[in-house]
Antibody, heavy 122, light 107 residues
Framework: EVQLLQSGGGLVQPGGSLRLSCVASGFTFRNYAMTWVRQAPGKGLEWVSTVRGSASATFYADSVKGRFTISRDNSRNSLSLQMTSLRPEDAAIYFC???????????????WGQGTLVAVSS | DIEMTQSPSSLSASVGDRITITCRASQTIADHLNWYQQKPGKAPKPLIYAASSLQSGVPSRFSGSGSGTDFALTIDSLQAEDFATYYCQQSVSTPLTFGGGTKVEIK
């Protein structure tokens, strides 16, 4: 059974930093691209960042580029999102998401973590 | 960036109804279109990938169609558990983008 267990999140002041983590199980983690998707309160879904299975390439939304860093540790089946210079508009539920294709970055997501809340406020 | 436009933004329907939600891409995306269902307080659930392929375990009353720029999600014989918000998403290029969502409510 595929599981994506998220941790991290919480309340941080504007300009602060936070690290989100996601531990995966039930599939061969290194074979799949992983993604972070966020959802601001009462709003729609927004793609944030993707990392290839091999960690050879990363992709970012313009809204977070230069401030957020996605990384993975395939030996620990873990995915992380380091967020710095946080802004009020970064406040959202962040979901760890598994890509559906084992061979390419399909951009289609077949399993989602439970989500973790990030609040940015002074 | 590819903009995804869903319509309607909300609709009211009754159990047993057949409903259709449409999604339009601002440029052609072939069949790189996915649909998700989200209930309040929960993570999105994948329904359809590649425009018309059903994810494992999704009931056959859900179907997807379209290619290029115009797509549709149809639910035949709406069930109580289908009342939720539905999102389309293009997966042809980054930034991957979602539609604004369609909330399906009970009439």
């Amino acid at each position: 059974e595929v599981q994506l267990l998220q941790s991290g999140g919480g309340l941080v002041q504007p300009g602060g930093s936070l690290r989100l983590s996601c531990v995966a199980s039930g599939f061969t983690f290194r074979n799949y691209a992983m993604t972070w998707v966020r959802q601001a309160p009462g709003k729609g879904l927004e793609w944030v960042s993707t990392v290839r299975g091999s960690a050879s390439a990363t992709f970012y939304a313009d809204s977070v580029k230069g401030r957020f860093t996605i990384s993975r540790d395939n030996s620990r089946n873990s995915l992380s999102l380091q967020m710095t210079s946080l802004r009020p508009e970064d406040a959202a539920i962040y979901f760890c998401v598994k890509d559906s294709s084992p061979t390419a970055v399909a951009g289609s997501y077949d399993f989602w973590g439970q989500g973790t809340l990030v609040a940015v406020s002074s | 960036d590819i903009e995804m436009t869903q319509s309607p933004s909300s609709l009211s329907a009754s159990v047993g109804d057949r409903i259709t939600i449409t999604c339009r891409a601002s440029q052609t995306i072939a069949d790189h279109l996915n649909w998700y269902q989200q209930k309040p307080g929960k993570a999105p659930k994948p329904l359809i990938y590649a425009a018309s392929s059903l994810q494992s375990g999704v009931p056959s009353r859900f179907s997807g169609s379209g290619s290029g720029t115009d797509f549709a999600l149809t639910i035949d014989s709406l069930q109580a558990e289908d009342f939720a918000t539905y999102y389309c998403q293009q997966s042809v290029s980054t930034p991957l983008t979602f539609g604004g969502g369609t909330k399906v409510e009970i009439k």
